[in-house]
């Protein structure tokens, strides 16, 4: 079975653009999950969906959201984006909502100048 | 509210054994999981306690005691691949992951 994938990989944008990161859980997964990686503040939770629906947000701007397909793809979008909004980006997609084993993407990698 | 408390760093040699502590505040549990995160790598699960006691596999072994509100991850007979960062998360009440800052293992030669 294939992994959990995400694109792109490394994005370069300036303070005020916006962005859209896409994540593609592993087959029959239908819950995934966002986290924000900084070394300041480790990893942070940014919303679940499952089944196209947010199930629950952590405690970001809404400056972040989210969606899903209805193939259990899904994408984070940032507007008007921030210097400290550069981090790295984790989708992990689980089997059932809130599963404990979570299985991770390798990451979108934000630099924001 | 919910935290995890984990030492920031743990340096050990190979072949040894070394044990990483978790203290966690939640006001519901549902119980104790482990990721292991390689440097520029994804996070990867390693082990859930939903119940006090020992759970092995393999070289790693992780321990809960729900009425200390304390885990650890025990890893034996260290390898030098065996240096990452180590996280536990606990579940919080709206049903998200919430994860510890992280121990940083380096195993030395």
């Known amino acids: 079975k294939a992994g959990v994938t995400q694109t792109p990989r490394y994005l370069i944008k300036t303070r005020g653009q916006q962005v859209t990161l896409s994540c593609s859980p592993i087959?029959?997964?239908?819950?995934v999950s966002w986290y924000q990686q900084t070394p300041g503040q480790g990893l942070q939770f940014l919303f679940e969906?499952?089944?196209?629906?947010?199930?629950n947000k952590g405690n970001f701007p809404g400056r972040f959201s989210g969606r899903q397909f209805s193939n259990s793809r899904s994408e984070m979008n940032v507007s008007t984006l921030e210097l400290g909004d550069s981090a790295l980006y984790l989708c992990?997609?689980?089997?059932?909502?809130?599963?404990?084993?979570?299985?991770f993407g390798p990451g979108t990698r934000l630099l924001v100048l | 509210g919910q935290s995890l408390e984990q030492p920031s760093e743990v340096t050990a040699v190979e072949g040894a054994i070394v044990q990483m502590n978790c203290t966690y505040q939640?006001?519901?549990?549902?119980?104790l999981s482990w990721y292991q995160q390689h440097d520029g790598g994804a996070p990867t699960f390693l082990s859930y306690?939903?119940?006090?006691g020992l759970e092995e596999t393999g070289r790693f072994s992780s321990f809960l005691s729900r009425s200390d509100s304390y885990g650890y991850l025990l890893l034996q007979e260290l390898q030098m691949k065996d240096s990452a960062s180590y996280f536990c998360?606990?579940?919080?009440?709206?049903?998200?992951?919430?994860f510890g800052k992280g121990t940083k293992l380096s195993v030395k030669p």
């Open positions: 939640t006001s519901g549990f549902y119980g």
């Open positions: 992990a997609s689980s089997l059932r909502p809130s599963g404990e084993t979570q299985y």
């Open positions: 087959s029959g997964h239908r819950s």
């Open positions: 306690n939903a119940l006090d």
């Open positions: 969906y499952f089944s196209e629906t947010q199930r």
């Open positions: 998360a606990v579940k919080g009440s709206q049903g998200n992951l919430i």
